[in-house]
């Protein structure tokens, strides 16, 4: 179950960075006076959010190692970087959120046109005079035209007897009734259409707020839109350049395919102390002395002896001579590591690698009961020897 967190806490850091990286990319390429010059903008842009993502391994192994200055001037370059990534999230976040909105505004403007031009029509249908349908008004005013005094009155543009006027205002009659049909299924195709307009523009947002996330969460605080808008684009920004930065480096620093690594490297020595001394003895106490500082001069000399193909101190021994139970005391582990490096110096042994003598020690720390509050080991400290002890 471990394992496959860390699979997917690294899938999903590795998207963070690409996304990040886009967000970066196009903002970037969107500022180049040519299409040349933004892809140039965009993938120096890019090519930072790759490097932040990878600067906190890089910081750690510098502290691992003791390299402060690398520290210091790496710490730096992410806090740039990541500043420079951030401002460029929040310009790709706040020119989408505002075409977002200015989009919706639009669609609102023309949905309220259509809405305005279907209630016209409907209104002007139903303002209509009663008519039957325009096929049948055709078929009757071709009757019509059929009689004879039709004729004699010259289609009804000269009627001067009775019958022929009374004739003929049935005729106009007709064709009043006929425009008034025509009129009406013009206004019915007008009306179809406009209400098909509005549907499709309520489906694209229209008629919707510009920004329905700003609305609700200025109106449950009691806030400014303006200010909601602005402080939602910020923790958007934020929420991308935070899991690209350090994703990665949260998802594989404690995961167990990197815990494997360190221990099938540092397996010779651990294998070298179990067959010396499989079970660490009690620790037995002895007079009490000052803690040892660290000393760089015996530290180099326990590297030359490392160099040399000189034995590895052999960790229960260490203990067994110079890790003694005092009450009240309590020593953080580079101490410790100080006192074997300081150790293996006057042994001519070479010291084991830091990261594998702290699971070493922790290990023997366990099985002799010593009590560990934070970064302290309390209870014990780290005696020197006793040349050392009567030079002092």
Request: overall charge neutral; aromatic content about 8%; glycine content about 8%.
């Amino acid at each position: 179950m471990r394992f496959l967190a860390t699979v997917i806490g690294i899938i999903a850091a590795l998207v963070m960075i690409a996304v990040s990286g886009s967000m970066n990319f196009l903002f970037m390429k969107s500022l180049g006076k040519t299409e040349l010059e933004g892809v140039v903008l965009g993938s120096a842009s890019a090519a930072a959010d790759m490097l932040k993502a990878l600067l906190p391994f890089w910081i750690a192994w510098a502290w691992t190692a003791r390299r402060m200055m690398f520290v210091g001037v790496g710490s730096l370059v992410f806090v740039f970087f990541s500043a420079f990534s951030l401002l460029s999230a929040l310009g790709f976040a706040a020119d989408n959120r505002g075409h977002l909105a200015e989009t919706r505004e639009g669609l609102t403007a023309t949905f309220e046109t259509v809405s305005r031009d279907l209630s016209e029509a409907e209104a002007r249908r139903s303002g209509l005079p009663k008519h039957r349908p325009a096929s049948v008004v055709e078929e009757a005013l071709s009757a019509i035209k059929q009689d004879k005094r039709f004729t004699s009155s010259k289609q009804c543009e000269d009627a001067t007897a009775q019958a022929s006027r009374a004739f003929c205002e049935g005729y106009f009659s007709t064709r009043a009734e006929l425009a008034a049909a025509i009129e009406d299924q013009r206004l019915a195709a007008t009306v179809e259409r406009l209400k098909s307009e509005s549907e499709k523009l309520k489906e694209q947002g229209a008629g919707q707020d510009k920004d329905p996330q700003v609305s609700i969460v200025s109106r449950l605080f009691k806030l400014d839109e303006g200010m909601v808008r602005n402080g939602l684009v910020i923790f958007a920004a934020l929420l991308v350049e935070v899991g690209s930065g350090l994703g990665l480096f949260l998802a594989t620093s404690h995961s167990e395919i990197f815990k494997r690594r360190r221990e099938r490297d540092d397996r010779p020595a651990t294998d070298a102390r179990a067959q010396t001394m499989p079970h660490a003895p009690p620790v037995t106490p002895a007079a009490s002395a000052p803690l040892l500082s660290f000393n760089r001069g015996r530290a180099e000399l326990s590297r030359r002896y490392a160099m040399e193909a000189k034995p590895v101190g052999d960790i229960d021994q260490f203990c067994l001579e110079r890790v003694h139970p005092a009450d009240d005391v309590a020593v953080t582990l580079p101490e410790v590591y100080a006192g074997y490096e300081t150790w293996c110096g006057e042994m001519a042994f070479a010291p084991m690698e830091r990261g594998a003598f702290s699971r070493a020690f922790d290990d023997v720390a366990q099985e002799c009961g010593i009590m560990r509050a934070g970064g302290q080991f309390v209870g014990v400290r780290i005696a020197r020897s006793e040349a050392a002890a009567s030079v002092a």
